[in-house]
């Protein structure tokens, strides 16, 4: 979508009429776009309103999932909902702030606003920057309810930051053109790009910085602190922190939120640390650690607090003898293992009548999709004998051997 575009579908909504109808709306259901925009249109409502209103409706709706029911009040544009940090983690961020005792900060290239929104609930003076006029727009209406937060069309690297206290930034990771948007992955492509955050960085301001996770450890600043960051399993983001918004002897940590609460796990060394736990067989138990704890590389830290063992050296496997309750990793009892060989798989898939099949993989090319299929391929009758009986493999690489662990989830 064009910026033009993307402005069409917000301007119909920055009046009063266009506003009350976004507002008066039922929850968002695709199958009923057709009529309600037919009723709509009867009703006397402009087309182009019409068509801003059930656009806005449905990033209304997908939008839950990051705001929960602030959604259903605010405006959004899609790349700006796509790159949104999720309410709940936004607050974690500006904490960051208030501990620090920084009180006016500013947010360089905001997006529509969610971590100004998560600032100013805590009392921070916020002036939220954006370039971008159609986000800048979406950002004013969602920060309309705080007079404390303040929205400004401008470049981030040309902001004065005369009287601020700290900077929090969460640079465009993507490039919009006429055929959509594309995500970039190089720090200096962003905008602005991480050496900027660094030059703020030197010159003392207190820093956070919001990032992809897949940032290479090498790509990450010296003297910063790295948060990766998962929710529900999900790895959103990793944020440095600089300065006094950095943790004394933290350097790289995990946060992993679920519905059980939230758990962290800090590490003082650098990224290149070499220590490793010892490598074993698979027996036991095995662990999948959260997406979080592998991104931070603390994979490590994780099998020694499970007094494991690595199944290889360059897999985020664990192995142990008992079972141990951790917010850090997925747990499995290990049922049986066998080299990996698809003919010997069937048989096995064919013998325990196996209807329903998992498949986790990690340090093998085997794609998850096609081995399924060719694993439950048979005839009708055949499958239909196997029912609904689940399992779970587990493919990976034990030094050059590869491997299919026979695995059944546990909860603890």
Not at 3 to 24: F, M
Not at 98 to 118: K, N, P, S
Not at 261 to 269: F, I, P, Q, V, Y
């Amino acid at each position: 979508m064009t910026a033009a575009a993307a402005t069409d579908l917000i301007a119909p909504l920055l009046t009063p009429a266009g506003w009350d109808l976004v507002n008066s709306l039922a929850p968002y259901n695709e199958a009923d776009t057709m009529r309600l925009s037919t009723s709509l249109r009867r009703a006397g409502h402009d087309p182009e309103v019409i068509a801003a209103a059930l656009t806005q409706s449905r990033l209304r709706s997908r939008a839950e999932t990051k705001f929960g029911p602030f959604a259903a009040r605010m405006l959004f544009t899609a790349a700006g909902l796509e790159q949104a940090t999720r309410l709940g983690v936004a607050a974690r961020h500006a904490e960051r702030f208030v501990t620090a005792g920084l009180e006016r900060v500013a947010d360089l290239g905001c997006g529509i606003g969610a971590d100004a929104i998560a600032l100013a609930s805590l009392d921070r003076q916020v002036t939220a920057v954006e370039l971008d006029e159609t986000t800048a727009a979406a950002a004013t209406m969602n920060l309309m309810p705080w007079p404390n937060a303040t929205v400004v069309g401008g470049d981030a690297e040309s902001f004065d930051l005369t009287g601020y206290d700290g900077v929090w930034l969460d640079p465009a990771r993507r490039i919009t053109s006429t055929s959509g948007t594309t995500r970039v992955f190089d720090p200096e492509a962003f905008s602005p790009p991480l050496s900027f955050v660094e030059r703020l960085a030197d010159a003392g301001t207190p820093v956070g910085v919001k990032l992809g996770p897949g940032i290479p450890h090498d790509a990450v600043p010296a003297g910063c602190e790295a948060q990766w960051v998962s929710v529900d399993g999900d790895v959103t983001e990793v944020t440095l922190w600089f300065n006094s918004l950095k943790r004394p002897d933290v350097r790289r940590s995990a946060l992993v939120i679920s519905s059980h609460g939230a758990a962290e796990l800090n590490s003082a060394a650098d990224f290149d640390d070499e220590t490793r736990p010892p490598v074993g067989t698979p027996a036991g138990y095995l662990y999948e650690p959260d997406g979080a704890v592998i991104r931070a590389g603390l994979v490590a830290d994780v099998a020694r607090q499970l007094d494991g063992h690595l199944l290889d050296p360059r897999i985020a496997y664990i192995c142990a003898a008992t079972l141990q309750e951790t917010p850090f990793a997925r747990a499995y009892k290990v049922l049986s293992v066998m080299p990996y060989n698809v003919k010997a798989l069937r048989t096995w898939v064919r013998e325990n009548s196996i209807g329903v099949l998992d498949i986790k993989k990690r340090g093998t090319s085997v794609t998850p999709e096609e081995l399924r299929k060719q694993l439950l391929a048979g005839s009708g009758k055949a499958r239909k004998s196997a029912g609904k009986k689940k399992a779970t493999l587990v493919l990976t690489r034990i030094g050059e051997d590869r491997v299919a662990i026979v695995v059944e989830p546990v909860t603890v």
